[in-house]
């Protein structure tokens, strides 16, 4: 009896063992592979954070079931809000500025109860970005912009709506066209380095084009600037702003709400433009971010 009793105890914690073995190897494949942690009942998602091109969106999804106070990623020196999306979901994004220099960079997460405390490190890769020469005429370099249209665009860029208004990704592209201009042009005015980069797509269109919102959201503003010309900002909630300019024609006011693919404009050659086109900037918590890289569906380059 005794004899048999012991063998059941030896059963029982090999099988203890085994279970415990197969675990933590099932969470180290998970951890290498989706860059997911999960301790406890919590659950962090980064995509991507192994490979991460400069101008492109990080996503961050957190599962758990822990109550979380005012959950904020750090990157860098400053802090980002993660949004609360479902019970026990959380997201928040980060867009990389196309200058970031290429490194590993840790990303912090935590709230204020605690039950957020993790790291995790993004290694941020580098892309060649053509340089684009513009020739600029005597009266497109007098076109400077006013305080009013760079209050409204830097206002635009830092709104943080708890809300998204926007349905899931990829979106369609605003304006039927190949584009032109990609993101990320070392821009040279006249041959010299004009010290910044196309912070957008620019999309070739003859003027009278429709240009629509990318997906649903809320108009912030739709006016005629003197450099951007016509132009609409759309919030799309989450720190997400779209905005499009040069237009020739704007069909939607200021704190109107607007579905995906709904007309905003008309394209058009208006501010500082060489030829009709339309300019989409995409913007996420301040930062221009490529909208070809998982934003939109893919869109040709002009020929
Ligand atoms: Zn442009």
Redesign the pocket.
């Known amino acids: 009896m005794k004899k048999f009793l012991l063998s059941i105890l030896i059963i029982f914690f090999v099988s203890i063992i085994f279970i415990f073995k197969n675990d933590s190897v099932a969470q180290k494949i998970l951890e290498e592979e989706q860059n997911i942690q999960i301790n406890f009942n919590k659950e962090i998602s980064i995509k991507p954070h192994d490979k991460v091109i400069q101008g492109q969106t990080i996503f961050i999804n957190i599962k758990t079931a822990k109550q979380l106070e005012n959950p904020v990623f750090r990157f860098k020196d400053k802090e980002y809000k993660i949004f609360k999306i479902a019970e026990n979901q959380y997201f928040g994004m980060l867009g990389i500025n196309t200058m970031e220099k290429p490194a590993q960079y840790k990303l912090s997460m935590y709230d204020k109860t605690g039950n957020l405390n993790d790291n995790a490190f993004i290694n941020v890769v580098i892309k060649k970005y053509p340089i684009q020469n513009i020739t600029v005429t005597k009266k497109m370099s007098g076109l400077t912009a006013t305080q009013h249209e760079l209050n409204q665009i830097g206002k635009a860029k830092y709104l943080l709506t708890e809300k998204m208004y926007g349905s899931s990704y990829p979106y369609n592209s605003p304006a039927k066209g190949c584009i032109i ?1 990609e993101f990320g042009l070392r821009r040279y005015y006249n041959g010299k380095f004009s010290g910044d980069y ?1 912070k ?3 999309i070739k269109a003859p003027t009278g084009e429709p240009v629509k919102s990318m997906t649903d959201g809320k108009v912030i503003f739709a006016e005629k600037f003197r450099l951007h010309g016509g132009s609409v900002a759309v919030d799309h909630g989450h720190g997400v702003m779209s905005l499009y300019i040069h237009l020739s024609k704007i069909v939607i006011k200021p704190g109107e709400f607007v579905k995906a693919d709904q007309k905003v404009g008309e394209v058009g050659q208006t501010g500082f433009a060489t030829g009709p ?1 339309l ?1 989409w900037g995409l913007y996420v918590n301040g930062t221009p971010v490529d909208p070809m890289i998982d934003w939109i569906k893919p869109v040709n380059l002009c020929k």
């Open positions: 201009s196309h957008g797509i620019d086109h300019h």
